[in-house]
């Protein structure tokens, strides 16, 4: 039972990236909330998005929205955070997660928070 996230990498400011998580060992709906978190060592973690099936609609901290997009396919059993116009203040460890219900979108999710994740994958954005 695991979350692999992949798709990091060395960005100029203004650039794109996509980050893709699969799941294996267990199925994406059986988790009633999918999100990302984001981590730079030494500091807070901070949730940046996350869709629960009550609606089936992504929530985005203030700090990405617009620039990021968060999806997931079902039958692949995958979740994607397609993240455009990239800027050095994004640079940080992305972690995908599961949850029982959403915390609190921008703020600092703590393990009790939180189902599953995986290992990171580092976005480092230059200027």
């Known amino acids: 039972v695991q979350l692999q996230a992949s798709g990091g990498g060395l960005v100029q400011r203004g650039g794109s990236l996509r980050l893709s998580c699969a799941a294996s060992?267990?199925?994406?709906?059986?988790?009633?909330?999918v999100g990302w978190f984001r981590q730079v060592p030494g500091k807070e973690r901070e949730g940046i998005s996350c869709?629960?099936?009550?609606?089936?609609?992504?929530e985005y901290a203030d700090s990405v929205k617009g620039r990021f997009t968060f999806s997931r396919d079902n039958a692949k059993n995958m979740m994607y955070l397609q993240m455009n116009d990239l800027k050095p203040e994004d640079t940080a460890l992305y972690y995908c997660?599961?949850?029982?219900?959403?915390?609190?979108?921008?703020?600092?999710?703590?393990?009790?928070?939180?189902?599953?994740w995986g290992q990171g994958t580092l976005v480092t954005v230059s200027s």
């Open positions: 997660v599961t949850a029982f219900a959403c915390p609190t979108i921008g703020g600092a999710w703590a393990n009790r928070d939180l189902r599953l």
């Open positions: 060992g267990f199925a994406l709906l059986d988790y009633a909330a």
């Open positions: 869709i629960s099936s009550t609606d089936n609609r992504p």
